[in-house]
């Protein structure tokens, strides 16, 4: 096995002290501009990297921010959304030769156990939050800790007759005991759920039932008070337009899919809060012998190509969500160097009409 290049060896090959190698590869003054450039130079021949461990008991970052998924396992693997956000955060970071460390673990407490041992073992220099949760105890935690973080997924601005109170309406980022800055990327999910009711209740729709996520996190919330606000506003009850819970499987969403449209009075529009169990939903349509969209209408959150090779194609949300991962990477990177905690605004998604919408059917009881 090939030993690993160590300071002394940078030392001899350069022909400098091994205090020297030591101030130029830590930012330290104490050598030329010279001297520094053909130490760095050599270090990068060797192939040499700074040991973690050392790294963390000097003090010196460890070049790392973390990211941990509190979700069911299984939903992982086929949904569409993490993958691109990953991706997106990980352009950013790689640019910066940041690495990302990933974890999944079965829920938040779980996740804020993770954060503890990262923060004691110096592990990274910062972490990325996703799914915030109605009482999210995260924020404040990460805060007491001093351990820089991003909050990927908070309410964005209230807009218009979407705009509802309510416990999706989380605080901003808190500042808590520590010294940590806790910024945030907001995802408007009140007005993207507008956009998705005006075009059905356009369409003539008045039966509708949102399949919805987990129910714990506030995104979800966010969406079915929207959802509520404006088939209130459309003088829509809840015997019209509802939404029911699942764990954004394609099993679940098949099955609440099975349930709703075994009911007396069906919805003649569905909402899936992802596109698998947009997919999934329409299968079931598909076996029961009830055609999309002609007799049922179906809409998907985020678009993927899923959505797009189904058939029909199916009406989906836009939106740049590996654009949302860099936002948050960009946001983390910034607050490392020293800026300000802040709040970025993305970019609000589009909804895209496909095949899978149509004029709600003549004669069914409103």
């Known amino acids: 096995m090939a030993r690993r290049p160590t300071i002394k060896d940078i030392a001899r090959r350069a022909g400098v002290s091994e205090s020297a190698v030591s101030f130029a590869l830590n930012d330290r003054p104490g050598v030329s501009r010279d001297t520094r450039a053909r130490i760095r130079r050599v270090a990068e021949e060797l192939g040499w990297q700074a040991n973690s461990a050392a790294r963390a008991l000097s003090g010196e970052r460890s070049g790392a921010v973390g990211l941990v998924l509190a979700r069911p396992a299984h939903t992982l693997g086929v949904e569409s959304f993490f993958l691109q956000l990953v991706s997106g955060i990980q352009e950013v970071l790689s640019a910066a030769r940041t690495a990302l460390l990933f974890q999944v673990v079965e829920d938040v407490d779980a996740e804020c156990a993770v954060y503890r041992r990262w923060w004691a073992e110096r592990r990274v220099d910062g972490v990325l939050v996703v799914d915030p949760r109605t009482g999210d105890p995260r924020p404040a935690l990460l805060a007491e800790l001093g351990l820089p973080a991003v909050t990927i997924g908070e309410p964005g601005p209230p807009t218009g007759p979407s705009a509802v109170p309510g416990p999706s309406a989380l605080p901003g980022p808190p500042t808590g005991t520590g010294t940590s800055p806790v910024s945030a990327v907001r995802a408007d999910d009140a007005g993207a759920m507008a956009q998705v009711l005006e075009h059905l209740h356009g369409l003539g729709h008045r039966r509708i039932v949102h399949i919805a996520g987990l129910p714990g996190l506030a995104h979800t919330v966010r969406r079915m008070e929207s959802l509520r606000a404006e088939a209130e506003r459309r003088g829509l009850g809840p015997d019209h337009v509802r939404s029911v819970v699942t764990d954004y499987s394609d099993a679940e969403g098949a099955a609440a899919t099975r349930r709703v449209l075994a009911e007396p009075r069906p919805p003649t529009a569905l909402v899936y809060d992802n596109d698998v169990m947009a997919v999934a939903g329409s299968a079931v349509a598909a076996e029961l012998g009830i055609p999309v969209p002609h007799r049922l209408s179906i809409v998907a959150w985020d678009d993927s190509a899923l959505c797009r090779v189904t058939h029909p194609r199916l ?18 990177l910034s607050v490392l160097a020293g800026g300000p905690a802040g709040v970025r605004e993305s970019e609000r998604p589009r909804l895209e009409p496909r095949e899978s919408t149509a004029p709600a059917p003549a004669h069914t009881d409103s």
């Open 315 to 332: 009406t989906a949300l836009v939106r740049d969500t590996a654009g949302f991962g860099r936002l948050a990477a960009e946001e983390l």
